[in-house]
């Protein structure tokens, strides 16, 4: 779980994920959006057996400078 203080728009190009926003948890397929408003906690995870393919927009500059993790560790990133 983690947040940040900026919007994040993610879809689903390819496979299947779960979101987890607060507390409630849903599956995402392929061709679907997930809109996840600025400072709520989430995460996610590739909920099938194939890889899943994302596209993600934030409304910053860079969502790794301003993420905080709530629980675990940071994914280690590349910034392209």
Not at 20 to 40: F, K, M, S, W, Y
Request: charged residues 20%; glycine residues 8%; hydrophobic residues 35%.
């Amino acid at each position: 779980m983690h947040k940040h203080t900026v919007e994040e728009t993610m879809l689903v190009l390819e496979g299947t994920v779960w979101v987890q926003l607060d507390t409630e948890r849903t599956t995402v397929c392929a061709n679907h959006t997930v809109i996840i408003p600025a400072g709520t906690p989430h995460a996610w995870g590739n909920d099938g057996h194939e890889p899943a393919k994302l596209l993600w927009a934030f409304a910053g500059p860079n969502p790794f400078d301003d993420s905080t993790y709530l629980e675990g560790d940071p994914p280690k990133h590349r910034v392209s």
